[in-house]
């Protein structure tokens, strides 16, 4: 079992910076390779960004490509989401998530949100124009 608990979300202007971060707990988080999903009002939830277990392997949606970035600390069972110049689409809750064993190679279906076991219960990020 895995919880998670996303923190840093706020109002920001267009331009801006804001960092989440998602802590977990449990003794095997560095087993688990993490996902950053969003969903803006009356929209499905959509990926952002994913992480390998290690660290290695970065993912990330088109649209966030180059201004956000996704990170991870084993030691503090900790993953960031460091995202920069910020646009009003941007804004969304923002939920991280856990990703359970699957026999779906990570780098194949890292982007799917049914193969992620645990969610947080996500931080709302605003970005006015």
């Known amino acids: 079992q895995v919880q998670l608990v996303e923190s840093g979300g706020g109002l920001v202007q267009a331009g801006g910076s804001l960092r989440l971060s998602c802590a977990a707990s449990?003794?095997?988080?560095?087993?688990?390779?993490m996902g950053w999903f969003r969903q803006a009002p009356g929209k499905e939830r959509q990926f952002v960004s994913a992480?390998?277990?290690?660290?290695?392997?970065?993912y990330y949606t088109d649209s966030v490509k180059g201004r956000f970035t996704i990170s991870r600390d084993n030691a503090k069972n900790t993953v960031y989401l460091q995202m920069n110049s910020l646009k009003p689409e941007d804004t969304a809750v923002y939920y991280c998530?856990?990703?359970?064993?699957?026999?779906?190679?990570?780098?194949?279906?890292?982007?799917?949100?049914?193969?992620?076991?645990?969610w947080g219960q996500g931080t709302l990020v605003t970005v006015s124009s």
């Open positions: 998530a856990a990703r359970t064993p699957s026999p779906r190679s990570f780098s194949t279906s890292y982007s799917s949100n049914s193969d992620y076991g645990y």
């Open positions: 449990g003794r095997t988080f560095s087993s688990y390779a």
């Open positions: 992480i390998s277990w290690s660290g290695g392997s970065t």
